[in-house]
């Protein structure tokens, strides 16, 4: 649930005029492809209609159920389609507040392609470990996302390297499962260019480098916490890595 406030969603609703139901100058049909294209949400999805079929009330449940990230990246978009003569004062005050809201919502968030943890899973330790990872990530507080995410990657490669016939032995370590996918897709002719080898090789360390953050810096034991900069960095290129996986695993 993204963490807005009364006084907030009552600035919303007026800006993107969502008294009689209506959004912007959003038809059904531009809605949907402004949803799909920005944040990979279908809003004609029957759970965003919980209070009816409008797309006001479709984006008011959209702000009851998704994370500030997602919530926060649409609204983005939506500022950008708000525009105001200069003459208009009144309309430009009233997106200067809405803009500080969004700048609140996505203030935590500085991990490109987090999203990609929003992605359906049927085991629900997963589920848990990605919404728990994105939570950290939306209250800025990405050294708490550590241990969780690493686990998270754990399951979500292991689930990865079965699928094309890789042992995944409990004793086989996050950074040794990574290299056996790594040969599996050369073998197959999945990757293309020298440069896409070379960075997901490099991966392989920075996977072996992760088991230590994990086990000394992270929350996972009484360690004495990673800080934050360095925690979104690792977490970003952690999450770019599960991306192209994603893409690739999609053929």
């Known amino acids: 649930m993204a963490s807005l406030s009364f006084k907030e969603r009552s600035l919303l609703e007026k800006l993107l005029g969502m008294s009689g139901g209506y959004v912007l100058n959003f038809t059904n049909r531009t809605f949907a492809e402004f949803f799909a294209d920005t944040v990979g949400i279908d809003i004609d999805d029957d759970k965003y209609a919980r209070n009816g079929d409008s797309k006001a009330k479709r984006l008011r449940v959209l702000w009851e159920t998704e994370s500030n990230h997602i919530v926060g990246k649409a609204l983005a978009g939506m500022m950008e389609l708000v525009s105001a003569d200069e003459d208009d004062i009144q309309t430009a005050q009233l997106k200067k507040k809405c803009s500080d809201v969004v700048e609140r919502l996505l203030g935590g968030v ?45 399951k979500y490669i292991r689930q990865v390297c079965k699928g094309r016939g890789i042992d995944t032995c409990e004793s086989k370590p996050l950074h040794a499962l990574m290299g056996e996918y790594i040969k599996a897709l050369k073998s197959v002719g999945v990757i293309d260019s020298e440069m896409t080898e070379r960075i997901l090789k490099n991966s392989i360390a920075l996977m072996e480098a992760f088991n230590h953050v994990r086990n000394r810096q992270s929350l996972a034991h009484d360690n004495e916490l990673l800080n934050s900069d360095e925690s979104r960095l690792i977490v970003s290129h952690i999450v770019s890595t599960v991306r192209f996986i994603q893409v690739v695993e999609r053929g």
């Open 110 to 154: 500085a991990v490109d392609d987090i999203e990609v943890l929003e992605q359906p899973a049927e085991e629900r330790t997963v589920q848990l470990l990605a919404a728990s990872v994105r939570d950290a990530i939306d209250d800025g507080k990405p050294e708490a996302a550590l241990d969780r995410l690493h686990t998270y990657v754990v």
